[in-house]
């Protein structure tokens, strides 16, 4: 609500860096301004460094939001999500806008997509916030369909949706976008090549060793990379790419490109209303424009000649530009920034600051190599301080590096310190000394001055200055350094027992969870927040403890719907549009000419939008109305695949002995007799199985969260915690057995530990990791803590329970269960909390 007396702001761009800027502008002066903003996109601001996750698809998009939706009404903000502002009438004062329409490409450099209505807003002061737009190089056919480019979360839904029908992707650039692309890409089941002009992978955050290393590493998880490649055109035939031609004569093959080749500022709303813009648009050290009422920050500006494209130079120039807007200090100035990253590129750790490259034969240079494990630390010493460094795969002192680097501290006389840290154990670095401007978490911009202020309000945990600061909640490699602050400030770092709670709403960690729900006999999630929680309902909690109490009582749990997600309430997998997907059991991936036919029959009687073959080897129907659930349960006369839950999933097999050459053992019959013991069997998180006949692995179950694999004399290794998704990561062998019966005993052994003993959507490899194989092997092999035939029976009574969700078509549980919109109130209620 417009109030008088009020100065009017208005902010174009809803960005990382439009929205920091008003964060920090309303902590100084929060009743200064009225404030409007526009964005072109339709959503609230969201962390677009995590928009690789979205891809992958190991956080949603509702995930990534930083200020939902409810942020913008709580701090009195107008927000014209959807509105790209055009141009600023500087004579009238106002701001003209224009919506877009819903498929219109917000970074768009022309006016298509846009409507012919305007809005407007009056203004005393504008802030510019365009941020950039991704680079094309100059090639032929790029886009039409099967293009692509790596920006906004329609972006990622756009490439995840066309991937489906793709084996093969290109990705131009092999910068940091380009590789998160990549990555992104691997976990839709395509095979991925990157592309890159420049003579290594990175240029500008690593040197030609560290490149090479990093390309050996991609490779070696199955992305194939060529550098020194330029795109000329993109071929297509019948409407579909085929493949692309280099300027060097050569070809790729590909059915889709995604192009995330560098980015450019966004300059058109000041160029059209004659405002300076050279490279960008030129701004002074108070981030003014050549107009002394219109300001502007981050990816768009040019400042001394400069135009930085990281995160921390934006936090930077939002609180000079706060201070110099609300008169807080007038005189703030921004005198640019000294570059330091630290980030995960295809799961591989990396930080890089400064120079890369020696400037001079007087500069140091300091090198620690390991190929074989994908180790290269690197530093630039110059007139005894720190001019550069790099450290790939292996990232423990970059926080103290960075710190060293940003600071101009003089570095120890042992070098190795500063790759290793000092023998002593002692710091390198006393955070207490730095100044109160220092940086101290870079992913979300907070100081040295917030952390300590945050301490002396009586944060003393880590914990708890990340939840009044933000600090440490990113890469969390700053949480040493808060520890310190905490250390220097308040006398020590509090423990802080919330940190081991298995849910936020109950003060328990699991095992005292578990303890106190099986000694009291609380089977519902209701009956623990009465007697746990002082009858204190914590909705974030229901989901959790709804999981862990039908673990525990696999008979007896009280199934109240309401504390459960809409997938586990209709027994499907939602989909964007509020559809949703249904994923038969296939058992061992083996299915006959009868049941395909029935497949197809309900397909076309329920006019399904599209069948797919799954990587789990079932076909899964999209696009299905929740109306129809029960129809087509009925219809398919096949049990649920519980492919919407966080449940044992899928058991993946090759052909194995059946007709196979190389086949050591019968792995189909495996797979069938693990998918009918175990389907329904409930987990922290969902749990992907796979068996292989021979050590070639084509079913991949190296890689599965349990896979058996047949090797010579008859014999089968059980491998626990492999991953292929987000996360990479070779299972760790857990025992070699001789017989069927064996396998399903030792799984299901590690099966029922993993369900008493993980984390609340802890995946299997995070749990064998905090655990560790040689314990799981004395624990589970060798029954050190004799509960192995506890084990064996608490897995058997949740095999016994098993019944088949679809039954509910029949006879459902609630009334509407299968009837009603759901989509807008789950969207809804995940923005609201962001």
């Not at 490779?219 to 795109?231: N, P, S």
């Not at 019948?238 to 966004?266: F, N």
Request: aromatic letters at 6%.
């Amino acid at each position: 609500m417009i109030k008088p007396n009020r100065k009017k702001l208005v902010v174009v761009g809803n960005g990382m860096a439009g929205a920091r800027v008003v964060e920090e502008i309303f902590k100084r002066a929060p009743g200064l301004f009225d404030v409007t903003m526009f964005g072109a996109e339709p959503y609230g601001n969201y962390n677009r460094i995590l928009l690789s996750n979205v891809l992958n698809r190991t956080q949603e998009p509702t995930e990534i939001f930083i200020n939902p939706l409810a942020w913008y009404r709580d701090n009195g903000v107008t927000l014209h999500a959807g509105v790209k502002a055009v141009r600023i009438d500087r004579e009238r004062r106002v701001v003209v806008g224009r919506p877009l329409k819903r498929d219109a490409v917000p970074y768009a450099a022309t006016d298509a997509g846009q409507e012919e209505k305007t809005v407007e807003e009056p203004y005393d002061h504008v802030i510019i916030a365009t941020g950039s737009r991704p680079f094309v190089p100059p090639m032929e056919g790029f886009g039409g369909p099967g293009t692509f480019l790596f920006r906004t979360i329609d972006d990622c839904e756009r490439i995840a949706d066309f991937a489906k029908s793709c084996r093969k992707a290109a990705v131009i650039g092999g910068g940091l976008l380009g590789l998160e692309a990549a990555r992104g890409l691997l976990t839709h089941g395509v095979e991925v090549t990157v592309l890159e002009a420049a003579p290594q992978l990175m240029i500008a955050q690593l040197d030609p060793e560290s490149g090479q290393m990093l390309k050996g590493t991609m490779e070696g998880m199955g992305v194939k990379v060529f550098c020194e490649k330029i795109t000329t055109h993109i071929v297509r035939e019948e409407g579909r790419i085929t493949h692309l031609l280099m300027k060097d004569g050569s070809r790729i093959d590909t059915d889709m490109v995604v192009v995330s080749a560098g980015i450019r500022p966004i300059t058109e709303i000041a160029a059209a209303s004659a405002l300076t813009v050279n490279k960008a648009i030129v701004v002074d050290d108070q981030m003014r424009t050549s107009d002394p009422s219109v300001f502007a920050l981050g990816e768009c500006v040019e400042h001394r000649g400069k135009i930085y494209g990281l995160v921390d130079p934006i936090w930077e120039q939002a609180g000079v530009l706060a201070d110099v807007v609300t008169g807080k200090n007038p005189q703030a100035a921004y005198l640019g920034s000294k570059l330091g990253t630290k980030l995960k590129v295809m799961g591989v750790e990396l930080a890089s600051m400064g120079e890369t490259k020696p400037a001079s034969p007087d500069d140091e240079i300091v090198v620690y190599r390991e190929p074989r494990k994908g180790v290269y630390k690197k530093l630039i010493i110059r007139n005894e301080t720190l001019a550069g460094a790099i450290l790939l795969g292996e990232i423990e002192t970059a926080g103290t590096l960075l710190q060293i680097f940003l600071g101009g501290t003089k570095v120890p006389e042992r070098r190795a310190d500063l790759l290793f840290g000092s023998p002593s154990g002692v710091s390198l670095l006393k955070v207490s000394d730095l100044p109160d401007n220092a940086q101290i978490c870079n992913c979300n911009g907070v100081s040295k001055k917030q952390v300590v202020e945050s301490i002396q309000a009586g944060c003393t945990s880590v914990a708890k200055v990340g939840a009044c600061t933000k600090a440490g909640t990113g890469c969390q490699s700053c949480k040493g350094l808060v520890a310190q602050l905490i250390e220097s400030y308040a006398g020590g770092v509090a423990s802080d027992p919330s940190e081991h709670w298995y849910v936020p709403g109950v003060a328990l960690e699991k095992s005292q969870l578990v303890a106190e729900l099986r000694n009291r006999g609380i089977k519902s999630v209701s009956e623990v927040f009465r007697q746990l929680a002082d009858g204190k309902e914590h909705a974030g909690s229901k989901i959790g403890l709804a999981s862990l109490l039908k673990a525990l009582w696999p008979d007896e749990y009280e199934d109240e719907r309401d504390a459960r997600f809409i997938n586990d309430r209709v027994h499907a997998n939602i989909q964007k549009d509020g559809t949703f997907s249904v994923v038969p059991r296939i058992y061992g991936g083996v299915t006959s000419p009868a049941e395909l036919r029935r497949i197809a029959e309900v397909a076309e009687k329920y006019n399904v939008p599209m069948v797919k073959i799954t990587g789990g080897q079932r076909l899964d129907l999209l696009g299905v109305k929740k109306e129809d659930l029960p129809g087509i349960w009925k219809d398919l006369g096949i049990p649920s695949g519980h492919a919407y839950t966080k449940a044992f999933r899928t058991c993946k097999s090759c052909v194995g002995t059946d007709f196979c050459r190389y086949g050591v053992g019968d792995s189909i019959a495996l797979a069938q007799k693990i998918e009918r013991r175990f389907q329904g069997v409930e987990s922290p998180h969902k749990m992907k199985l796979a068996t292989a006949g021979c050590p070639r692995n084509c079913s991949e179950a190296y890689v599965k969260d349990l896979g058996a694999v047949a090797i010579e004399g008859g014999k089968w290794e059980i491998y626990l915690g492999g991953a292929a998704g987000g996360s990479v990561r070779k299972g760790d062998l857990l025992v070699t057995v001789d017989t069927h019966d064996e396998v399903l005993k030792y799984m299901g052994r590690f099966m029922q530990y993993y369900r008493e003993h993980g984390k609340y959507l802890e995946r299997s490899y995070h749990f064998l990791e905090r655990i560790g194989i040689e314990t799981l092997k004395k624990i589970l092999v060798e029954d050190s803590l004799g509960i192995c035939a506890r084990l064996d029976a608490d897995i058997q009574k949740a095999v016994d329970a098993y019944k088949d969700p679809w039954k509910e078509a029949e006879l459902p549980k609630y009334p509407r269960q299968f009837s009603g919109p759901e989509l807008a109130n789950v969207l809804e209620v995940a923005e609201n909390n962001g």
